[in-house]
RNA sequence: GGCGGGGUAGCCAAGUGGUAAGGCACGGCUCUGCAAAAGCUGCAUUCGUCGGUUCGAUUCCGACCCUCGCCUCCA
């Protein structure tokens, strides 16, 4: 079997077929944060399924440029600017700092080029001529460039490849900005944006006047600078299938750098959003979680990252703290298990031929096969820790069996990335280890009542003690 | 209004034209001085409603109900 996904473009489950000649680069562009406010983990979990995507293809050997861009001017962030008195490189920088740092909590790997929107204006400018050359793009007195859907589509082009709309329904209300009527058509969209005082500061220098990038170029520059004209993968949030999906093909495809025949992007892929009793999570709504909110929780990364890849990416999914509690429990169990494997194996080496290894490994790629399920994938990996603990208890399983086991483990969390089994939760201190050993005196001695004392002083600390066959041992409690 | 999803046990969530994965919760058991933890184990005659096609549908078709998203900044 080899990997399938689904095409936003085709609608349909799709072979993947990379570009490259020798089947082996992978270009693969994930739509960014906004760096304007903290994000929150509904925006997280379109990036950690571009994470799972991304190390899903290295899994299968392919070599997977990951381009993540930085949208770090926008009016939000003018906004905030002006509000905070502060410039624009203060602003973003913070919260992108902060994203970052939030990214590695959960796991992800950094991507190859994390490009910013400010860094590529040259780029952006260039691709705004080029528009304007084919008389795609047309400028409005007051210096703005628009994008002209209508000469878009005389040209030979169609709009509307990710979705089904019919422009002149549009009904774009009363919430066109005012500084849009110079716009020939309703639907047409902005490439570059002129000047205007509320910016302060914040503008650039271009053939047109001063003003700033509208803002679907930066991705089409940004993405064709650094994986060319055309490119195998475009992830990002449903929410921006259209328009700003939809605009970017427009504008990269108009501009004509593609070779005959070919598109922007092969394979468009689309996660679905985070929900909260049923509602999107969002900021304007507020029903929003940070990572830091549930951090402060006591929950941890891994658990959110083991929780946000629990659902297929596109299906809507429910976030709520019991699920939250459930993934703690579900990880719980594989921790568990890796624990007593690791035990079993000691320092013994892995047998070469052992069932379960091949079991969990060919059942997770097959599951990933499909389009990423998930879903199904953890199916197949809590079946492999039924088995590994019916094995472990019925002591059949050896020494280099377990370290087989552990190894295909290891593998398979190249994958998720869990770090599951990897640490026994930290060191017990001394002082602690004192203390067990002291119920354990007790205890021989039949002292349960001060045995059961220093049970209950432990549990205070958030330290339960496990009473195994093999003697007690300390674990942190949630 | 247009377009696109979704409705599967208490909750979350896969899946298939041939009789329902997995996780959480819950019950039972093992272990234990008692517990806890852990492990094992049990738990949907049924897949929104009503029709149709079929030897057979949760899975295909039609109608309807409910719900969410996009059409406006948005992961």
Not at 340 to 349: I, P, S, V
Request: aromatic share 10%; net charge neutral; with cysteine.
């Amino acid at each position: 079997m080899s990997l399938r996904v689904f095409n936003t473009l085709s609608r349909s489950m799709e072979a993947f077929v990379p570009l490259d000649p020798q089947g082996k680069g992978v270009g693969m562009y994930c739509c960014g944060p906004t760096v304007h406010d903290v994000a929150h983990i509904g925006n997280f979990r379109t990036f950690v399924f571009s994470d799972l995507m991304r190390r899903f293809l290295e899994h299968r050997g392919y070599k997977v440029r990951h381009v993540m861009n930085v949208t770090d001017v926008e009016d939000k962030i003018i906004q905030r600017v002006r509000a905070g008195k502060t410039t624009l490189k203060a602003h973003t920088s913070k919260y992108e700092e902060a994203f970052f740092a939030d990214l590695e909590r959960l796991g992800c790997l950094k991507p190859t080029h994390i490009p910013r929107a400010t860094e590529f204006i040259p780029a952006i400018l260039e691709l705004i001529q080029a528009l304007l050359d084919r008389g795609i793009g047309y400028g409005t007195p007051d210096g703005s460039v628009y994008f002209s859907i209508e000469k878009y589509r005389r040209a030979g082009f169609r709009y509307g490849q990710l979705l089904s709309l019919n422009t002149d329904e549009l009904r774009p209300g009363e919430r066109v900005a005012a500084d849009e009527y110079g716009k020939e058509s309703i639907a047409d969209f902005a490439l570059w944006k002129a000047r205007v005082p509320e910016d302060g500061d914040v503008y650039w220098s271009s053939p047109w006047g001063e003003g700033r990038p509208g803002w679907h170029i930066e991705c089409s520059a940004m993405s064709m600078k650094l994986l060319g004209p055309s490119f195998d993968l475009h992830l990002g949030g449903e929410d921006l299938i259209f328009p700003h999906h939809e605009d970017e093909i427009a504008q990269s495809e108009a501009a004509g750098a593609q070779c005959p025949g070919c598109r922007f992007v092969k394979y468009w892929m689309h996660g679905a959003h985070l929900l909260v009793e049923g509602k999107k999570m969002s900021k304007s709504l507020g029903n929003y979680f940070t990572l830091r909110d549930l951090l402060a929780k006591g929950f941890t990364g891994r658990e959110i990252r083991f929780l946000l890849m629990s659902a297929h990416y596109r299906e809507s999914f429910n976030f709520t703290l019991e699920g939250l509690q459930g993934a703690r429990s579900a990880l719980g169990r594989i921790d568990d298990c890796l624990n007593r494997l690791n035990e079993r194996a000691g320092g013994a080496t892995a047998s070469s031929e052992d069932l379960s290894r091949a079991d969990l490994c060919a059942g997770v790629e097959e599951a990933l096969d499909h389009d990423l399920n998930v879903a199904q994938a953890w199916a197949v990996v809590f079946e492999w820790v039924r088995e590994c603990n019916r094995a472990l208890s019925e002591a059949r399983i050896s020494a280099e069996a377990a370290a087989a086991a552990v190894g295909a483990w290891r593998r398979i969390d190249k994958i998720f990335a869990l770090g599951a089994g990897f640490s026994s939760g930290g060191e017990v201190p001394p002082e602690l280890e004192a203390m067990l050993a002291e119920r354990q005196e007790a205890r021989r001695v039949k002292d349960f009542k001060r045995s059961d004392a220093i049970r209950d002083a432990l549990k205070a600390q958030n330290w339960i003690i496990e009473d195994t066959p093999a003697g007690p041992r300390l674990k942190k409690s949630g």
